[in-house]
């Protein structure tokens, strides 16, 4: 169910990125930005909150038009990303915009409808739409196991024979 293709998977990284924050700091020189303060980020239909917000870009050639292009999003503090009725959350997140990969950490929790899987890390790969939930690798924090809750889809008479039974 998980690995199948989800609504994250859709993302078109051809989308242009929307970024708005407090702040906002720009190393030219590194090709970097940095968006500090409640940030809201959207491409296309995946809206990302953190709050701080580093974008990695490839410059232009000099001379050239702007044709700077996103590599890699870094996210710390708070980070959620919804889409549609899934979202996913967790304290950091890289987005390797080159390669389609998602990776969360830190007490990370994946929705979709009433289903939950909370782990350490979370991969998930845009383009192929496999989702992979992992406990705490390194064993720091013993016991940081992944837990699922899949609840099954019930038609709405299974639904209404149940609450009239109570």
Do not use: C
């Not at 030219?28 to 809201?40: M, P, S």
């Not at 709050?51 to 490839?58: A, E, K, P, S």
């Not at 980070?79 to 979202?87: C, L, P, Q």
């Amino acid at each position: 169910m998980w690995a199948q293709s989800t609504p994250l998977s859709g993302l078109d990284t051809d989308e242009p990125f929307e970024i708005s924050a407090d702040s906002l700091e720009v190393q030219q020189d590194e090709n970097i930005a940095t968006f500090v303060g409640n940030v809201d980020a959207r491409q296309g239909n995946i809206r990302l909150r953190a709050d701080r917000l580093t974008v990695h870009y490839r410059g232009g050639k000099s001379g050239e038009a702007s044709t700077s292009a996103v590599s890699r999003v870094d996210a710390s503090g708070s980070v959620f990303i919804a889409s549609g009725r899934e979202t996913a959350q967790g304290e950091a997140g890289v987005y390797d915009v080159e390669n389609g990969l998602v990776t969360l950490t830190r007490n990370v929790v994946l929705t979709r409808g009433e289903n939950v899987i909370r782990g350490d890390r979370l991969v998930l790969n845009l383009v192929t739409g496999q989702t992979r939930v992992e406990g705490d690798a390194d064993a720091t924090r013993p016991g940081q196991r992944v837990h699922g809750l899949f609840v099954p889809r019930q038609s709405t008479d299974q639904k209404t024979n149940r609450s009239d039974m109570r």
